[in-house]
């Protein structure tokens, strides 16, 4: 048992040394041996009230829409172009439709993007698939587009061609789709299938036999950042009006270095009062329970860093509500350990009160934890928030209690077994 307990502590020393290099400020990690080289650097990424970012604004074409279907338009174009954002790999984007002077805008703030070009490449192509008959193979040939279009497509993933290597791109049609490709391809046996992306031809293979199931594969000259371009160009859909870019720049942070300050001063005041708390109401082990309480703090940084979690003042306040759940764990389990002290041994009563308030820790979490899943709405519910700074809220609380509920049953745990048995 002792052999064990050691074993776990020198574990949850390595996890916590290794947590504390990643943590530390400008961390880099560089390895090399002979070919093989990882060079990575860990920051923390900031949103974009606290480090800035990048400001868009497009203007979208409504001329030829009627007063009616222009709202539904202009809300799906926004909605597509989150999806594209979110699958560009920027978190807690900030998408928002707006009226400038009779003109429809989409105004689109990407935190910690200080080079947007690639983004806004991503955001205005329109992505528009079609699949078109070729009635003679030769460079004058006709070219018949189908109703096969983009808007019958039910995913796309990125793959690698069996024959030549390169990236492709897998395609899988929806239910009415793949009729209409099962129709194309048997009216095509040993005829071309041209496949054409924004007015330029992709593909154009041969068909050899009628293809059932709905999938098709898009090979070209691609290179993989191309390929997964396309991908998520294909995933998140077409846009269904024009845009063009108006407006574009970088912007400071909103909330300046002095705001920034006083948050991280609030921040470890707020540690400092939480932590003597704990030490005078419960002493030697409100000591140990402060242990652990830095210890939920060099892991949560460290995956802040790794994840990369994208911090803005909302994110920062449901990492410190998280501290706030971090210690609830430790009381409960203390004051189940006062009562279970006058009735048996120190020792049993450490593991009964670890066991017996275990029910009201796993309840309390879960509670917050389905809050956390309703704000950050990662289905993209429409009857629920889509606020990209609530949802940097969600989303760092949600990790917090993950890592506190580690830190309160397994570090704590037994950095007090260990503790009571030296005693």
């Keep these: 048992m002792k052999k064990n307990l050691l ?17 530390y400020p400008s961390a880099r990690f560089n390895f090399k041996l002979g070919n093989f080289k990882i060079d990575k650097k860990f920051d923390l990424v900031l949103g974009l009230d606290l480090s800035g970012g990048s400001h868009l604004v497009f203007e979208a074409d409504t001329s030829k829409l009627d007063t009616g279907s222009k709202g539904k338009a202009l809300d ?29 805008r989409i ?65 899988v049609f929806n239910e009415e789709g793949a009729k209409k490709f099962e129709i194309i391809t048997g009216k095509n046996i040993g005829k071309p299938l041209a496949i054409i992306l924004d007015n330029d031809l992709v593909s154009a293979p041969v068909v050899n036999e009628k293809i059932t199931g709905g999938q098709a594969q898009i090979s070209g000259n691609f290179t993989l950042e191309e390929a997964k371009k396309l991908e998520v160009q294909l995933n ?11 407006e574009e720049k970088t912007v400071g942070a909103t909330l300046g270095a002095d705001s920034i300050n006083k948050s991280i001063k609030a921040g470890i005041i707020g540690l400092i009062m939480v932590s003597l708390f704990m030490i005078l109401l419960y002493g030697k082990y409100g000591l140990i329970a402060d242990i652990g309480l830095i210890v939920f703090g060099i892991i949560t940084l460290a995956l802040y860093k790794l994840i990369p979690v994208v911090l803005t003042l909302p994110g920062i306040a449901g990492f410190l509500l998280s501290v706030g759940m971090a210690v609830d764990s430790n009381i409960l389990i203390f004051e189940r350990l ?15 009160s670890f066991g017996r308030a275990w029910d ?11 809050t956390a899943f309703i704000l950050a709405n990662p289905l993209d519910w429409s009857f ?11 989303i760092t609380l949600a990790l917090g209690i993950g890592i506190s509920l580690f830190t309160g049953i397994i570090v704590t745990r037994n950095l007090l077994r260990l503790f009571i048995k030296e005693k």
């Design 7 to 23: 074993v776990r502590i020198i574990l949850i020393l390595l996890l916590t040394l290794a947590c504390g290099f990643i943590s």
């Design 76 to 104: 799906s174009l926004r909605n597509i172009i989150e999806k594209r954002v979110n699958f560009f790999g920027v978190s807690e984007p900030n998408v928002q439709t707006s009226n400038f002077e009779g003109k429809d």
């Design 107 to 171: 105004i689109v703030e990407l935190p910690g993007v200080n080079d947007p070009k690639e983004a806004v490449n991503l955001i205005g192509q329109t992505a528009q698939l079609v699949f078109a008959e070729v009635q003679e193979a030769s460079p004058s040939a006709i070219i018949n587009p189908t109703n096969l279009t983009g808007a019958d497509l039910k995913s796309a993933d990125v793959v690698f061609d069996k024959n030549t290597g390169k990236p492709a791109i897998s395609i």
């Design 236 to 246: 998140a859909g077409a846009l269904p009006i024009p845009i063009k870019l108006v």
């Design 338 to 352: 006062k009562e279970e002290t006058k009735v048996r041994p120190i020792y049993d009563a450490l593991e009964v």
């Design 360 to 370: 009201s820790i796993r309840d309390a979490n879960i509670a917050t934890l389905v």
């Design 384 to 394: 629920l928030n889509v606020s990209g700074p609530v949802r940097g809220f969600a």
